[in-house]
């Protein structure tokens, strides 16, 4: 099976996402943006790094694709951050985690609580902590800072 990951590579401190062609997992990268026709019934997989390490999300919904596909194409630059809901079992597809993002609480915005805040490396060691004091309510916002 063919899966094509986006990177959206944060570019600061505040896991801003970069500018980048959504490629077939084995292809080789490019600096452009090009269109690519999608299957609207099919998961969309986008990859993402706080700064030190990479996570990868599997959006399902159309609406919240083509919100990722505008901002690696820098038509919103505004929210640019990932935002979701923790679930506590890897997924195939980011297999170095213990853990994964509900694809249908992904969201992209531009400012939320420091609450949410923490590494994927933290979350991943802290997973047994997380939807009490440590990220309330399993809600995740990598690289939030004031």
Request: charged content about 15%; some cysteine; glycine content about 6%.
């Amino acid at each position: 099976m063919r899966r094509t990951i986006s990177k959206l590579g944060g570019i600061t401190a505040v896991a801003m996402l970069a500018v980048a062609l959504a490629q077939p997992a084995q292809a080789a990268q490019s600096s452009s943006v090009t269109a690519r026709p999608a299957d609207a019934t099919a998961p969309a997989y986008f990859e993402f790094t706080d700064g030190t390490d990479t996570f990868v999300i599997q959006l399902t919904d159309p609406t919240r694709i083509q919100q990722a596909r505008n901002v690696l194409a820098g038509v919103d630059t505004e929210n640019v951050s990932v935002m979701g809901t923790v679930v506590k079992s890897p997924a195939p597809y980011n297999q170095q985690w213990n853990y994964q993002l509900d694809p249908n609480s992904v969201k992209f915005f531009s400012m939320a609580t420091e609450v949410c805040d923490a590494s994927i490396a933290y979350v991943n060691d802290h997973l047994n902590e997380v939807g009490g004091a440590f990220l309330p309510n399993s809600t995740w916002c990598p690289g939030i800072r004031s």
